[in-house]
């Protein structure tokens, strides 16, 4: 079953900052976070590994909670380059990814 | 350079055509996937490979076929396409089936089944 992500879509002004939500009804091993620009493939941003940790990439960072079976990925200041739509991939045992937060970021 | 290739980027054909999208990765993967990628639903997984000779079902397995025969390689085969098949196929690879290595997508192929 795919994790469920919230909002489906975000429209910001540079310099603003968004939170991506992921949740699962699956107890999860690690949550992965993708992003995808028109017309182009899904890019790696990052991996989290049982353990609450957070991790950043820029100024985009992530926390995971496997109790709640959630993640959230933290975009702050956001540029331009944000834009995009961004997948979780959660993984139970195999990666299975969401539908995807369309963030539309505008100067 | 360390890539996934996919042939063709663009296809559109006939309902009932077989047809053969290519998937090849230079990066001594184990881990091989193919996903279609629909308006509203995401990537959803067709097939994947844990190693050679090694494949199973993933989400949304019907109608499609796979085979793993090199390491390399990972093709994904419409014996009958139907106009549902219709989608942004995308492959995959990553170092291992170990959910905590990230997966490296290729440029994607845009079938169009008519």
């Known amino acids: 079953q795919q994790p469920v992500q919230s909002p489906q879509a975000v429209i910001l002004r540079e310099g603003e900052d968004a939170v991506i939500n992921c949740s699962s009804s699956?107890?999860?091993?690690?949550v992965h976070w993708y992003r995808q620009k028109h017309g182009e493939a899904p890019v790696f941003l990052m991996i989290?590994?049982?353990?609450?940790e957070q991790k950043g990439h820029e100024k985009i960072s992530a926390s995971f909670n496997e109790k709640k079976q959630q993640s959230s990925l933290y975009l702050t200041a956001s540029q331009l380059s944000y834009s995009g739509t961004y997948f979780c991939g959660t993984a139970p045992w195999r990666l299975i990814f969401g539908t995807g937060t369309r963030l539309q970021v505008f100067p | 350079e360390a890539q996934v290739t996919q042939n063709p980027r663009y296809l559109i054909t006939v309902t009932g055509k077989k047809l053969t999208v290519t998937c090849s990765q230079n990066?001594?993967?184990?881990?091989m996937s193919w996903y279609r990628q629909d308006p509203g639903l995401g990537l959803r997984q067709i097939y994947y490979?844990?190693?050679?000779?090694?494949?199973d079902k993933g989400d949304v397995p019907e109608g499609y076929k796979v085979s793993r025969k090199e390491k390399r390689n990972f093709p994904l085969i419409l014996e009958s396409p139907s106009p549902n098949q219709t989608s942004l196929y995308f492959c995959a690879s990553s170092l291992s089936g170990a959910t905590n290595q990230p997966q490296h997508f290729g440029d994607g192929t845009r079938l169009s089944i008519l």
């Open positions: 490979s844990m190693n050679v000779e090694v494949t």
């Open positions: 699956k107890a999860l091993y690690s």
């Open positions: 989290l590994l049982k353990g609450g």
């Open positions: 990066m001594n993967h184990e881990y």
